[in-house]
Structure formats: structure tokens, C-alpha cells
Nanobody, 126 residues
């Protein structure tokens, strides 16, 4: 089993910053962790994919230069630092794990990830 729990979401003004955390627990091995978000009425959008070694393989076009994923394997935690937040960043942010070293379907709208957290809501509004 593998459980993923996101935290760190909340209400922030445009231009502000948040750091999301994703903590994994359980016995299932995993490699890459992806961050995805889903706004109301939208498909899930790939935000970042980071492999076990900490290399970021994919970054969503809309967040390049603003969001950075990192991971701390000792604590089974992956982070998403979000800077210069915009209203269009509003949505539920999910982390998801896979035993692959990459996030298959990252930008497909239907990512093929084995395990998903419940999500944390990020609202960017003035």
C-alpha cells in the first residue's frame, strides 16, 4: 500500500507564494512523483514530474519559471514551491506516485499514475 497526503494549500493573493507538501507512507515502492492540478470543470493538468533522484523531467508550460518541485526521500516528502501565483493557478493540487521514473501521460489530461493523494485546494484571489 501507498498513501499520499498533500498539504499546504490555502488562499493567497496574486503574486504570492505557497509551498505544497506531499508525504508518502506505506510499503509500496515508487519512483517518480507528479504534481497535477485540476480547476473547476477542467481535466487534470500536469504541473511537474520529479524522479527519485530529484531530477525534474517535466514542467507544465504555464508554470515554468514559477513553480519548482523538490523531494526529500529520507522523509518521503515531495514539495512544490509555487511563486508568483496567478488567479489561473487556482485549483485542487494533487500529488501522484508511479513506479516508473517518468510520469506517463503527464500532459494528456489522463495521467497514468498508480497512486493519488486526495488533493489540497489552492485559491489565488485578491
Amino acid at each position: 500500500q501507498l498513501q499520499l497526503v498533500e498539504s499546504g494549500g490555502g488562499l493567497v493573493q496574486p503574486g504570492g507564494s505557497l509551498r505544497l507538501s506531499c508525504v508518502a507512507s506505506g510499503t509500496k515502492q515508487y519512483d517518480a512523483i507528479g504534481w497535477f492540478r485540476q480547476g473547476p470543470g477542467q481535466e487534470r493538468e500536469g504541473i511537474s514530474c520529479i524522479n527519485y533522484s530529484g531530477s525534474v523531467s517535466r514542467t507544465g508550460n504555464s508554470v515554468k519559471g514559477r513553480f519548482t518541485a523538490t523531494r526529500d526521500n529520507a522523509n518521503k516528502t515531495v514539495y512544490l514551491q509555487m511563486n508568483d501565483l496567478k488567479p489561473e493557478d487556482t485549483g485542487v493540487y494533487y500529488c501522484a506516485a508511479t513506479d516508473r521514473y517518468y510520469c506517463r501521460g503527464f500532459d494528456s489530461g489522463q495521467p497514468d499514475m498508480g497512486f493519488w493523494g486526495k488533493g489540497t485546494l489552492v485559491t489565488v484571489s485578491s
